[in-house]
């Protein structure tokens, strides 16, 4: 697995979606606002066959957050994200 962000992550997230037909169902995404989906083949994306390779399927997970979100995870004053500020469906 790998982590992108940025304009690189926007690009691959739209092709993903693209293949998806922009159709995500209610079970892909979770409590706190993030969402998961998958693809059955690579070549989907418009990536080159490669025939060493094979065909192979991508998965992809979106975290969402907002300004604010390091307060959970940093190491000195750490502290809580409030309800209103959290991602929700």
Do not use: M, W
Not at 36 to 49: R, S, T, V
Not at 75 to 80: E, H, I, N, V, Y
């Amino acid at each position: 697995h790998c982590t992108v962000r940025g304009a690189k992550a926007e690009e691959i997230l739209e092709r993903g979606l693209k293949v998806r037909e922009y159709e995500l169902r209610r079970d892909n995404f979770s409590s706190t606002g993030n969402f998961g989906f998958g693809i059955q083949e690579h070549i989907d994306l418009g990536i080159k066959y490669d025939p060493s390779i094979g065909i192979y399927g991508l998965d992809f997970y979106v975290v969402l957050g907002r300004p604010g979100y390091n307060v959970n995870h940093r190491k000195r004053k750490s502290g809580t994200v409030g309800f209103p500020h959290r991602l929700t469906k």
